[in-house]
């Protein structure tokens, strides 16, 4: 399939499955491994997409289902697509709106034509077909679109996890021919099957004969085992193309992206750092601050040492407390501005270590920064790392 994405790998870990790779999408290149902010509906809570290009973010998330819904089709066919609507001239990844089959199950009724919405707005019915979703992402202008695929939750177990997966093939191959911008839009697949190995290793063998620009590993971060998750991702980037972007969705935690870019992923996204900082969590390489929490008040120091983000170099934790205490909304602002600037920082960061070659170093020093004593280590994240030879209690 020819596509409007070249992928370029630039260095990759001696030790671990890392890599630090070049995508180059229609809207510039971004620099992988990277972390997708989400902008549900063409903007993330509280933040201008102008701060969000301030940041160096090269890559956004945009979701089809919130979108299809409102504006709707004919406006983003009128304005000529959501970078122009929301004036955001890099990349934008869509998801397929499929993921909203799990989140709002209550309110969807899924068969071989697709997934039937009761709209949580009014309660109007809305069919998203294969065609229906590629039609909207179509319109919608995005770089990278997801196929629609059959999402069942990861605690799912039995017949239902087998029929979803084939599902997903079969729509694969329906959005691949609904597809009509194949020369500036790239349609990725999406591997499913559960935590059942066999599944997913037959869902890659027939995504791969495919031949999408990239590919996905879908329906995890659902409350599995984290055991399970980490197992699941490795044995997906062992099968996968080796000369494709690998897209771990759903995942923000950043002990969790770590492990995953270790594990060979290339890209993720999550609404983890925007939704915690609204609750007046920071996140820094030292670990989470609560600024809700009164030990803060008397501290006139950043959020945290070295983050050249805007609030960092404008705003001390004393006032930032104050803000979430009072809840007023431009404390969850400023939070959020320093959280994805962490994520982003953190990305880079892991994506210089692995070019220099000095990944497993990077991940030590991280987990002792995060987590401080190893005994507080999370156990999954030493097993994981130690399969990709880092060997986090020595």
Request: aromatic share 8%; net charge neutral.
């Amino acid at each position: 399939m020819k596509s409007a994405l070249t992928f370029e790998t630039v260095a990759t870990c001696s030790t671990t499955k890392a890599r630090a790779s070049i995508m180059t999408l229609p809207h510039g290149p971004v620099n992988t491994p990277v972390f997708m902010p989400v902008g549900t509906q063409g903007t993330l809570k509280g933040v201008t997409n102008h701060q969000l290009k301030d940041l160096n973010c090269q890559i956004m998330l945009n979701n089809t289902y919130h979108l299809g819904l409102k504006p709707g089709k004919d406006i983003l066919d009128a304005v000529g697509g959501t970078h122009k609507f929301q004036q955001w001239d890099s990349n934008i990844l869509t998801d397929s709106g499929g993921f909203q089959m799990v989140s709002l199950l209550k309110l969807a009724e899924i068969t071989e034509e697709g997934v039937q919405f009761a709209s949580p707005h009014d309660g109007s019915l809305m069919m998203l077909t294969p065609e229906h979703s590629i039609a909207l992402q179509n319109s919608i202008g995005s770089d990278i679109l997801m196929q629609l695929d059959d999402v069942v939750s990861s605690l799912t177990t039995g017949p239902r996890v087998e029929e979803a997966m084939w599902r997903s093939i079969r729509w694969l191959d329906r959005c691949i021919k609904a597809h009509t911008r194949p020369h500036d839009q790239n349609l990725f697949a999406i591997i499913q099957g559960g935590l059942n190995r066999d599944l997913r290793r037959k869902c890659v063998e027939e995504m791969a004969k495919r031949d999408t620009p990239g590919y996905a590993v879908g329906g995890l971060s659902g409350g599995e085992e984290k055991n399970e998750f980490w197992q699941i991702v490795s044995l997906c980037t062992d099968l996968l193309p080796k000369n494709k972007p690998i897209y771990c969705m759903g995942v923000g935690y950043a002990e969790d992206l770590v492990v995953c870019v270790a594990l060979g992923v290339d890209m993720f996204d999550c609404v983890y750092p925007t939704r915690t900082a609204r609750f007046g969590n920071a996140l820094t390489m030292n670990g989470i601050v609560s600024l809700k929490t009164g030990k803060h008040s008397g501290d006139f120091g950043p959020l945290e040492e070295g983050c050249d983000c805007s609030t960092c170099k404008n705003y001390t934790r004393s006032y930032l407390r104050v803000l979430i205490a009072s809840k007023e909304t431009t404390g969850c602002h400023l939070v959020t501005v320093h959280n994805v600037a962490f994520q982003l920082r953190l990305m880079n960061a892991m994506r210089q270590a692995i070019i220099k070659d000095e990944f497993p170093a990077f991940v030590k020093q991280f987990f002792a920064g995060y987590f401080g004593d190893k005994s507080s280590y999370p156990e999954w994240t030493v097993a994981a790392l130690k399969s990709v030879n880092i060997d986090l209690t020595k």
